[in-house]
């Protein structure tokens, strides 16, 4: 996909202040470090669109990027991170349940995973929950480039054996460092446009 424009357009921290639908949406859902800003900037050719830290769990808000001015990419807030409160994860979980269960501009959902071990009982939870939304269902193994290329098969099939209860599902391996993936997911993502 060959990026012209990509820019920050807004924060969004209850569902009631969505923007207006229209666009198609792609939701990217992910623990809090693995790596959904790397992965943003990488399929978006920017370097620091989407902020990155060193301090998981920044991200509290459904932020919306738009892109081509033809569609908006969505990046939820991370899960499991332990040091928020019990409060603020509840609001959290309120936030990306009603944006999940109300927008029909969503077309399609991206779960991130880290390619390097195997997804966690939250992970598992997680993709179960996003799964019963009934939309497209990609599930994108995030820092691929860590894992030596013999091994990276036997990885990538205990993470797709370990998520099975999801039911059929994609997985593509990525790497914001390498590229490795990019393509597949643009290719994801524009045949759900087209379908």
Do not use: C
């Amino acid at each position: 996909m060959q990026i012209r424009s990509a820019e920050f357009v807004t924060s969004v921290a209850h569902p009631d202040r969505l923007p207006v639908e229209g666009l198609p949406e792609f939701a990217f859902a992910g623990r809090s470090n693995v790596g959904k800003s790397s992965l943003l900037n990488r399929l978006l050719n920017r370097r620091h669109l989407a902020a990155t830290s060193k301090t998981p769990g920044k991200t509290r808000t459904l932020n919306y990027y738009l892109v081509n001015g033809a569609l908006h990419f969505v990046d939820l807030p991370g899960y499991g991170y332990a040091k928020r409160g019990q409060q603020e994860r509840r609001q959290w979980a309120d936030l990306i349940n009603g944006y999940l269960d109300s927008r029909t501009s969503l077309r399609g959902i991206l779960h991130l995973v880290d390619a390097r071990h195997d997804p966690t009982a939250r992970d598992v939870e997680m993709a179960v929950w996003l799964t019963q939304f009934d939309r497209p269902f990609l599930v994108v193994a995030t820092k691929a480039d860590k894992i030596p290329g013999s091994r990276q098969k036997s990885r990538l099939d205990r993470t797709r054996n370990l998520l099975s209860g999801v039911g059929e599902f994609d997985l593509v391996p990525f790497s914001a460092v390498s590229g490795q993936g990019r393509q597949a997911v643009w290719r994801w993502i524009r045949d759900v446009i087209e379908e």
